[in-house]
C-alpha cells in the first residue's frame, strides 16, 4: 500500500498521454462488449431453446412448405405430445424499414407448445374468438405505440399482388425472462389460409413439436424424417436450439467474424498499454536505479509498473464499460428490427472488467521485468 501514491504521481507525470492511453483502452473495451452483446444476441434463440421441443421443416430449406395434413401424422407418433405450425408472413408496418417477425399460427395448439409466452386469459379468449385478431408482442407494441384494440395495417407482397391486411390487436404478450423474444406478432392460420393464393392454401412453413420427455428427441426426429422419405416433400427435423443456431448461420459465420475482431482488439490495448508503460519505464530509468540503490526490492519494482498497467486498465475500462451502458440501449433501438435485442447484461459488465484487469496485467509485464531485472550501475550510467 506504500507504494499506490507513488504510483498515482507517476501515472499523472504525463497527463496528456495518459488521457489518450484511457481513452484509446475505453474504445476499445466499448467495441469488445458491443461484440459480446451481438453474440449473445445472436446465441439467445440457442441458451432459451425448449430441450423438448423439435421444429420440422422442408428438407429442402426452410422457403419450402409443407402439406397441413403432416401435423396429424406427426401427432400420431409416439412421444409426440403437442404440434403446432407456423408460416411466414414477412409483412412490414406502415414503412419497410418497420420489419418484425410475423407468423400465422395455429391457434389451437400454439399455447400449449409455447408456456413461456404469456398472454392474459381474457386477451387470448378475444384472440381466439376474432378472425382478424392478431397478439403482439410487448417489445413491438411499445415500439410502435399500440394498445389493445389499435387496427393494425400490415403491407404484403410475399402472396401475390402487394395487399394491405388489417388486424385487430386483441393481446400483448410477454416473457417471464428479460432476454425472451417479444418482438413477434401472430395472428390466425386460417384467416392466412383463405386469403393467399391457391399454391400456398393448405400449407405450413414448419412445425414445432413438443415431447413428452426430451429423451425422445431422437427416436421421434428419425421416424418423422423416414415417415417422410421419398415423398414430394421429406422433411428435415432437428432440436429446436440445432434449428435456431442454423437460423442464425444464415447471417454469416457470426461467431468466427467477432473472434476475429475481438482479437484484433486485444491486440492493439495490448500494444497501445505495453507502449505506454514501456515508454514511463524508460524516462524513469534512473528513479528506478536510485530506488533500488536505496533498498527497494527487485519484486517491489516490478509491481510498481504493474500497479500502473493496472491503474490504466481499470481507469479506462471503466469509462468504456460506463458508454457501454449508456450506447447499447441507443444502438438497439436504432438497429431495432435489424438485430435482435441488445442486452447488456452483469455478467457481460464482468466479463469486460476482467478482461481489463487481463489486458493490463500482460502489458505491464514485460516492461515491469525488464524494470526488476535492471542492474543500478548499469542503469545510473545512462542518467
Do not use: C
Not at 173 to 197: L, M, R
Request: charged share 20%.
Amino acid at each position: 500500500m506504500k507504494f499506490w501514491r507513488l504510483i498515482v504521481a507517476n501515472l499523472f507525470r504525463k497527463k496528456v498521454r495518459l488521457i489518450l492511453t484511457i481513452g484509446s483502452f475505453a474504445i476499445a473495451l466499448l467495441l469488445f462488449t458491443f461484440l459480446a452483446v451481438v453474440q449473445s444476441a445472436f446465441n439467445r434463440g440457442i441458451d432459451i431453446a425448449g430441450a423438448d421441443r423439435l421444429v420440422i421443416i422442408n428438407r429442402i430449406g426452410l422457403i419450402q412448405t409443407m402439406p397441413i395434413s403432416y401435423g396429424d401424422r406427426v401427432r400420431a407418433i409416439p412421444g409426440v405430445k403437442y404440434v403446432t405450425q407456423d408460416h411466414w408472413f414477412g409483412g412490414v408496418y406502415q414503412d419497410e424499414k418497420n420489419f418484425f417477425p410475423q407468423f400465422a399460427i395455429d391457434v389451437d395448439n400454439h399455447r400449449q407448445v409455447y408456456p413461456e409466452f404469456k398472454v392474459p386469459d381474457d386477451q387470448w379468449k378475444t384472440f381466439v374468438k376474432d378472425q382478424q385478431g392478431a397478439i403482439a408482442g410487448a417489445r413491438t407494441a411499445r415500439r410502435f405505440g399500440w394498445k389493445i384494440g389499435d387496427r393494425i395495417p400490415i403491407k404484403n407482397s410475399l402472396y401475390g399482388a402487394a395487399k394491405t391486411w388489417e388486424f385487430n390487436l386483441d393481446g400483448i404478450y410477454s416473457t417471464e425472462k428479460a432476454d425472451g423474444d417479444e418482438s413477434q406478432f401472430w395472428f390466425h392460420w386460417k384467416n392466412f389460409d383463405e386469403n393467399v393464393p391457391a399454391a400456398v392454401k393448405s400449407t405450413a412453413g414448419w412445425y414445432i413439436l413438443k415431447l413428452d420427455s426430451p429423451d425422445d428427441a431422437v427416436r421421434v426426429a428419425k421416424t418423422i424424417d423416414a415417415q417422410f422419405a421419398n415423398s414430394s416433400y421429406e422433411t428435415k427435423t432437428e432440436t429446436e436450439s440445432a434449428f435456431a443456431a442454423s437460423f442464425a448461420k444464415q447471417f454469416g459465420n457470426i461467431q468466427f467474424l467477432i473472434v476475429s475482431i475481438g482479437s484484433v482488439v486485444f491486440f492493439t490495448l495490448l500494444l497501445v498499454t505495453g507502449n505506454t508503460m514501456a515508454i514511463s519505464v524508460r524516462e524513469r530509468t534512473g528513479e528506478l536505479a536510485v530506488l533500488k540503490a536505496i533498498g527497494v526490492t527487485d519484486r517491489s519494482v516490478l509491481f510498481l509498473v504493474l500497479g500502473e498497467a493496472m491503474m490504466i486498465a481499470l481507469f479506462g475500462g471503466f469509462l468504456g464499460l460506463l458508454l457501454a451502458w449508456a450506447a447499447i440501449p441507443v444502438l438497439s433501438v436504432a438497429l431495432n428490427g435489424l438485430l435482435p435485442p441488445l442486452l447488456l447484461s452483469k455478467a457481460m459488465l464482468s466479463l469486460g472488467l476482467v478482461f481489463a484487469v487481463f489486458v493490463g496485467m500482460v502489458s505491464g509485464l514485460i516492461p515491469g521485468i525488464g524494470a526488476m531485472r535492471m542492474r543500478v550501475v548499469n542503469a545510473l550510467r545512462r542518467v
